[in-house]
């Protein structure tokens, strides 16, 4: 039975670089998430032709509340819309991460995840849908702003009426012809981890007594984490914390960040913390990791992990490049230039290093927004970073601070730190902005704060795969000696402009490598002041959240 509604109006409803983003309210109005999902179907299903009749759809996400409705408006849309099979995680859970996989393990034609990431879920929360495509990556610009366009101009949607299928049992039933397929969410997932990292090396480091914790913070990763970490690796029983996936996360924000998992960033502070601490976000694409007394940036991470990575049998043959966004720090270049292999420098938004990765031009990427992953699948990938974290430790023997310090010592040390300026309103973000794009060609050789610019421009991108260009992705002012500051807007706030300033100084070997954070920036965020005038512009005295 096919049901015609006419489309209600989807003014403000950009699908942004994670999707259509917004409050569960707004989902649960009269056609709003089934108009979205009837036009990603007009616009990559198989009633568009993109896609072949009988294709596979996936869909999945992390949990939160108001997924299983959508789980079985998606299904009853997709019996109409010329699907043939739907696979979909048991309990309505896929992480990000594993629905990339599925996506590619089962030749799917592209997948439904349904998630806000780190944002709060819960009736009065965020929820979000996002369209992957065949390759298991986020749906690049051209379809984005083809299921934008459509849904400007949709005037029906189609579905069967049929019951909620049980996405609580393993198996499959059929719906109007197409059939359903509810899969163990883990299993594609936990074995494809275990072709890549020495699970032996890290199982015996265990057992001579290796420790961690794993803050799942009530999100999508908390069923993976049990049976790869405990199971698996052996890692005691209760290294998982919040390993439960609730509706509302608890009432936290799943966000692996010093503010949101502070319980597991004061334990990494005692004398008896364990080895390592990690934790993910609401849908398990994000990664903090935290070694005893010693947290570590996402962008050193990424420079850290890259320079390690031959230590894994999946990446023992090298990495064929590395790719990294913009504002994330130069410190992964260092290392790809010791590694003699090639730095993408990239926009900010995963779906820039699909093009790289499709085509085996990068290997190991990452956002200093607390993202990294590898050619394994096509989203970043939160426990694939923990997991490279605790081979390489088991296979080393040392702590992340060894391991740290050595690398510094060897390659120098990008200080870094983030400051957003959040719920601004958008006239004076967008002030802010326009004020340094004026500036930009008089910057260089101007000095503020006793720093020298080198080089200022707003960033441009050529994909070196397809060719296309993105350009305004961020301003950027370089100083003579490497260090570094970027200003850009947020393009997933969810109220008024988020400004995000990004900051990063530049520690030659043998300079200043064991300082503190904070003491190494002051110059820089006074030269950013000096250079954007935030605090004019915006009455903002302090930015809302450092990370
Ligand atoms: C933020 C991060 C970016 C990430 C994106 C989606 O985007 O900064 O690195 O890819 O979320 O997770 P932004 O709000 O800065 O546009
Ligand atoms: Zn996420």
Redesign the pocket.
């Known amino acids: 039975m096919i049901v015609t509604t006419p489309t209600t109006p989807f003014a403000g409803q950009k699908p942004?670089?994670?999707g259509l983003r917004k409050k569960v309210r707004v989902f649960q109005q009269a056609n709003y998430a089934e108009n979205f999902i009837q036009s990603v179907f007009d616009s990559a299903g198989p009633a568009s032709g993109a896609t072949a009749t009988g294709a596979t759809l996936v869909v999945g996400g992390d949990g939160r509340y108001h997924n299983r409705a959508v789980i079985q408006q998606v299904i009853r849309m997709a019996a109409a819309n010329g699907y043939g099979r739907v696979l979909v995680g048991q309990g309505g859970i896929l992480s990000t991460p594993a629905a990339s996989q599925v996506i590619r393990k089962y030749g799917a034609s592209g997948g439904l995840i349904l998630s806000a990431?780190?944002n709060p879920g819960g009736p009065d929360e965020d929820f979000g849908i996002k369209y992957n495509t065949a390759n298991g990556g986020p749906a690049p610009e051209a379809v984005t702003e083809a299921i934008y366009a459509r849904t400007g101009t949709i005037d029906r949607w189609l579905a069967v009426d049929t019951p909620d299928i049980d996405l609580d049992t393993i198996g499959t039933a059929e719906v109007a012809g197409m059939s359903v397929e509810v899969i163990d969410p883990v299993a594609d997932y936990a074995a494809l981890m275990e072709e890549l990292f020495d699970f032996p090396a890290i199982r015996k480091a265990v057992h001579e007594g290796f420790t961690m914790a794993f803050d799942a913070m009530h999100a999508v990763t908390g069923p993976y984490a049990h049976e790869i970490l405990e199971k698996r690796l052996g890692f005691a029983a209760g290294s998982v914390h919040n390993g439960t996936p609730l509706e509302d996360f608890g009432g936290h924000h799943p966000d692996p960040n010093l503010v949101h998992a502070r319980v597991l960033y004061d334990l990494m502070m005692l004398p008896e913390a364990p080895a390592l601490g990690a934790a993910s976000d609401g849908d398990g694409?994000?990664n903090l990791i935290i070694g005893k007394g010693c947290f570590v940036t996402p962008s050193d991470s990424l420079a850290m992990l890259a320079a390690n990575a031959h230590l894994a049998p999946g990446y023992a043959r090298g990495l064929a490049g590395i790719a990294r966004?913009m504002?994330t720090s130069a410190a992964a270049d260092r290392v790809a230039e010791a590694l003699g292999i090639p730095l993408f420098e990239t926009p900010?938004?995963?779906k820039f290093f699909g093009s790289l990765l499709d085509v085996g031009r990068a290997t190991i990427c990452g956002?200093?927004?607390a993202?990294t992953g590898s050619d394994h699948v096509r989203e970043?990938d939160g426990l694939w970073a923990v997991l490279l974290w605790l081979n390489i430790l088991a296979v080393r023997r040392i702590s992340v601070s060894e391991l740290a310090r050595e690398h510094w010592a060897r390659f120098g040390r990008n200080y870094y730190a983030r400051h957003d300026y959040e719920a601004l309103d958008t006239a004076s973000a967008e002030a802010v902005i326009a004020g340094v794009t004026a500036a930009l060609p008089g910057l260089p050789g101007q000095s503020f704060a006793g720093l020298t610019i080198a080089t200022a421009d707003s960033f441009s991108y050529t994909d070196p795969v397809d060719g296309s260009t993105s350009a305004n992705q961020g301003l950027r002012v370089l100083f003579v000696g490497g260090s570094r500051i970027v200003l850009?807007?947020?393009?997933?706030?969810t109220e008024g402009a988020?400004l995000?300033l990004y900051l990063e100084r530049y520690e030659a070997v043998g300079g200043r490598l064991d300082a503190q954070t904070p003491d190494m920036l002051a110059e820089l965020i006074a030269a950013a002041e000096a250079i954007a005038g935030i605090a004019r512009l915006t009455g903002r005295a302090a930015p809302d959240v450092v990370t």
Not at 488 to 493: A, D, F, H, V
């Open positions: 942004g670089t994670s990431s780190h694409d994000r966004s504002p900010t938004g995963w956002e200093e927004s993202g970043k850009r807007l947020s393009g997933t706030g988020t995000r």
